[in-house]
């Protein structure tokens, strides 16, 4: 069990892609997607997960999360029981000073949003930004991948 500290922002350009050493599909649902608390299940390439993740803080940056790996054929039946809609996203990782920051191009009824993801080891702690960073959207809901399952980015007026 820890706590997640993170900083999410809407990314530019797809720039980033120049800049990655890794990527990896990623596919994704959610067996309970309440405010208070998700449990998500994940299929990444030959691995998959299962994962509890806590209500955030006031200021979106912090909250509880545990993980287990769970075996990948396991995994695809849960996801069969999943609320709709499954995510599909290619997640892009970045090295950025000391931080590595998680670019997520998303697909299906979210195609055409890119999000970035960066962890910290405190809220305050200081990162290097990279320039095709564009608005940050830390603790805006609409943008958690739960919220995205229920209303997709193709709805959003």
Same mark, same amino acid.
């Given at each position: 069990?820890?706590?997640?500290?993170?900083?999410? /922002? *809407?990314?530019?350009?797809? @720039?980033?892609?120049?800049?990655?050493?890794?990527?990896?599909?990623?596919?994704?649902? %959610?067996?309970?997607?309440?405010?208070?608390?998700?449990?998500?299940?994940?299929?990444?390439?030959? !691995? @998959?997960?299962?994962?509890?993740?806590?209500?955030?803080? =006031? @200021?979106?940056?912090?909250? /509880?999360?545990?993980?287990?790996?769970?075996?990948?054929?396991? @995994?695809? =039946?849960?996801? *069969? *029981?999943? $609320?709709?809609?499954?995510?599909?996203? !290619?997640? /892009?990782?970045?090295?950025? &000073?000391?931080?590595?920051?998680?670019?997520?191009?998303?697909?299906?009824?979210?195609? &055409?949003?890119?999000?970035? $993801?960066?962890?910290? !080891?405190?809220?305050?702690?200081?990162?290097?930004?990279?320039?095709? *960073?564009?608005?940050?959207? !830390?603790?805006?809901?609409? %943008?958690?991948?739960?919220?995205?399952?229920?209303?997709?980015?193709?709805?959003?007026?």
């Amino acid at each position: 069990m820890s706590v997640e500290i993170e900083r999410k /922002f *809407l990314v530019k350009n797809d @720039a980033f892609k120049k800049e990655s050493y890794q990527k990896k599909m990623l596919k994704q649902g %959610y067996l309970n997607s309440d405010k208070n608390r998700t449990v998500r299940i994940r299929i990444t390439d030959d !691995t @998959a997960f299962i994962t509890i993740k806590g209500k955030s803080n =006031k @200021a979106g940056t912090t909250r /509880f999360e545990w993980e287990k790996e769970i075996n990948k054929t396991e @995994a695809e =039946k849960l996801l *069969l *029981l999943c $609320e709709p809609t499954i995510i599909e996203k !290619t997640r /892009f990782l970045i090295q950025k &000073g000391k931080h590595v920051f998680e670019v997520d191009e998303f697909y299906n009824d979210n195609k &055409g949003l890119i999000v970035a $993801e960066v962890e910290l !080891t405190s809220e305050n702690e200081n990162f290097e930004k990279p320039k095709w *960073l564009d608005k940050e959207v !830390t603790g805006d809901l609409k %943008y958690y991948n739960s919220s995205l399952s229920k209303l997709p980015f193709k709805d959003w007026k």
